[in-house]
């Protein structure tokens, strides 16, 4: 089953790798982001990033919405991880069945907002999340199991 | 009887509290853990700051694991001498890598346990360019 799905631009990394897998018992993380699995470089990196017992794939957004009918049936604990919101938006509009996504960490950039300690949305990306919410999935932003859990909200 | 552990993170110079600072962002709270800066002030005693921790530590109640910078450094020779004394157990060559690991497993920690997890291959120093990855398996489940 699907334990988590988190959106984290440095994809997986210390605190994806070790905490949150460990927290969550996950024996597959799933790395759903086009530019990464596109990338040989970055693949490589990520795949030495891998936990140990852990199976990692790599896909992009159209792949992995092909392959979530076999997904559903892995007997796994399975940790979704996507790099940037615009491929969440669209990976949940062609599947919108997540209860909620955790905005882990989202960089700083030009014409970005702070929403919460690591979550910076410029103004695609508060469109992505509006239309992530739209689908009947809630936001929440939280960088490590024992820090704090805020659900993001937009006032408009 | 299962003992929960208690962590000392003894270094020369500022090395402890910069992998605190690490542990933190990693893991989260590490409140726990006790650091010992070695040779940061003209002062530090070392075999004083060792047996003061001994001194402050209830074996009864936690397992007392001391991670040390580096073999056959002082800091963790000074430790060696306490070892006949006190039944603490002693890592060195510790990494960030050995220690997330240790802070993220829960419940008993002992001889065995700590024996496995510092031969973990995980946790060794790798030349990254000699690492050829199969990475057959990335694209399909």
Redesign the interface.
């Known amino acids: 089953m699907i334990k988590a799905v988190r959106v984290d631009h440095r994809l997986v990394h210390g605190q994806v790798a070790f905490t949150w897998t460990h927290f969550l018992a996950a024996t597959r993380i799933i790395v759903i982001d086009d530019k990464a699995a596109t990338d040989e470089f970055q693949k490589m990196a990520l795949n030495m990033s891998k936990p140990a017992g852990c199976k990692l794939n790599i896909f992009t957004v159209e792949k992995a919405l092909s392959k979530m009918a076999k997904v559903e049936t892995l007997n796994e604990n399975i940790f979704i991880v996507f790099g940037c919101t615009r491929d969440a938006a669209r990976f949940i509009e062609g599947y919108p069945k997540f209860k909620e996504i955790n905005y882990g960490g989202i960089a700083k950039k030009e014409g970005s907002k702070s929403y919460g300690e690591v979550v910076y949305l410029n103004d695609e990306e508060v469109a992505d999340s509006k239309k992530i919410m739209s689908l009947g999935t809630k936001i929440f932003m939280q960088q490590l199991p024992t820090t704090k859990r805020e659900e993001l909200r937009f006032a408009d | 009887m299962e003992k929960e552990k208690k962590v000392v993170i003894a270094t020369h110079g500022e090395l402890a509290k910069g992998l605190v600072s690490a542990l933190k ?5 590490v409140a726990d853990i006790q650091t010992v800066c070695g040779y940061t002030t003209p002062d530090f005693d070392l075999d004083q700051t060792i047996q003061s921790i001994m001194n402050q530590h209830d074996f009864n109640q936690y397992e007392l694991v001391v991670c040390t910078d580096m073999m056959g450094g002082s800091v963790n020779n000074g430790f060696v001498k306490y070892l006949g004394q006190y039944p603490f157990h002693l890592v060195t060559n510790t990494n960030l890598a050995f220690l ?2 240790l802070l ?1 497993t829960p419940g008993c920690i002992n001889a065995q346990v700590l024996t496995s997890k510092v031969s ?1 291959d ?1 946790v060794s120093v790798k030349y ?1 360019n000699g ?1 050829v ?1 199969s ?1 057959d ?5």
Request: hydrophobic share 60%.
């Open positions: 962002i990693i893991v989260g709270d997330v690991d993220l973990d995980l990254v690492v990855n990475m398996d990335l694209d399909d489940l």
